[in-house]
């Protein structure tokens, strides 16, 4: 017999494993997002001082997931429930006041967010290179961005805001699509809950860039 047919059932395992880390990874985005829905609508009138203690808290809710993966699923995905509810607390004042002043944004920023996450996502998905190198940058790149927008705080620079948003976007591009090549190439489906909180902040943080810029053009 051809000894590639020996090593067939390993690599339909393997296939296996990685459509089930798939399939996990996005039900539990897909939960996660209407926790996050839920907890948006629970908070819309709750003062900013709640949101942001629910935006510490869901920042250590992540944080635990990281000592959890290995210990207890349970705990994990438990954490994972919690952080998605909890930013759905902390960023309600955010869509309060846009759901007030401009509710088309909302609309045209979560079509627009979805149609850049399936792109840039299965772009990932699909490419052999490795990204990890791709990551590195785009993460100090996000830091640069968090100084520039501290700066933005206190300097008026002309389309800054505009700037700051298509900045974020690119940056974001670069972590969908890293973290989509994570989850084709991982096969260890207790890897799935980190995998979603992470896709989750990104689809996250690409909305609330397109919200940004789809603001300012309805203005």
Not at 60 to 83: C, D, K, N
Not at 129 to 156: K, P, S, Y
Not at 171 to 179: E, H, L
């Amino acid at each position: 017999m051809d000894d590639t047919y020996a090593y067939r059932p390993a690599g339909i395992a393997v296939r296996d494993r990685g459509r089930t880390l798939f399939a996990q990874t996005m039900a539990y985005v897909a939960a996660t997002t209407g926790l996050f829905a839920l907890g948006a609508y629970l908070g819309r009138n709750f003062p900013g001082g709640i949101a942001f203690l629910a935006y510490l808290a869901a920042f250590a809710a992540l944080i635990g997931m990281q000592f959890a993966v290995r210990r207890s699923r349970q705990t994990t995905v438990a954490l994972l429930a919690a952080f998605g509810f909890l930013m759905g607390v902390a960023v309600a004042p955010t869509l309060v006041y846009y759901a007030s002043t401009d509710p088309q944004a909302l609309w045209q920023a979560g079509a627009a967010t979805a149609l850049f996450v399936a792109a840039f996502g299965a772009a990932g998905y699909a490419t052999r290179r490795d990204l990890t190198a791709l990551a590195r940058i785009c993460f100090w790149a996000l830091v640069a961005l968090l100084v520039f927008g501290i700066v933005l705080i206190f300097v008026n620079i002309p389309f800054g805001s505009l700037i700051y948003s298509v900045l974020g976007l690119v940056i974001f591009a670069g972590f969908i699509m890293f973290d989509f090549q994570r989850l084709r190439r991982s096969s260890d489906v207790n890897s799935a809950p980190l995998l979603a909180a992470s896709i989750f902040l990104d689809i996250l943080n690409v909305f609330l860039f397109f919200l940004r810029i789809f603001r300012g053009g309805n203005r």
